[in-house]
């Protein structure tokens, strides 16, 4: 949703519009935000690199052990619950290997 405003109630003014009359601009409503992840991202350049290293490997894992099928399930709350067993199959693969299964049982007991 756009948040008209006039320009010289606006501080964004300079950035917007350099017309010394009043005139009406749009600007969203949340632009603020794009603005603080922009400043975010010029700060840290390698943020997204991090983000793949980190964020990405899990989807990827998952999607190779799904192989190239779709869902399985339809409507939005069965595929949702599908996607929760899958998150669910590979963090206890992972902590299996991580500490190992008897470890792991021994975790899930206490």
Known sequence: MLD???CRACKFKPECTSSPSVRRIARWEHQDVLDKMAQRLEAEPD???IRKQTV???FGTIKMWMGSQHF?????KNVGTEMDLHVLAYNLKRMMTIIGPKQLMKEMMA
């Not at 399985?72 to 939005?76: D, E, I, Q």
Request: aromatic residues 8%; proline residues 7%; without cysteine.
């Open 72 to 76: 399985l399930t339809k409507r939005f």
């Open 4 to 6: 008209i405003h006039t």
């Open 56 to 58: 990405e490997h899990p």
């Open 47 to 49: 943020a997204m690199l």
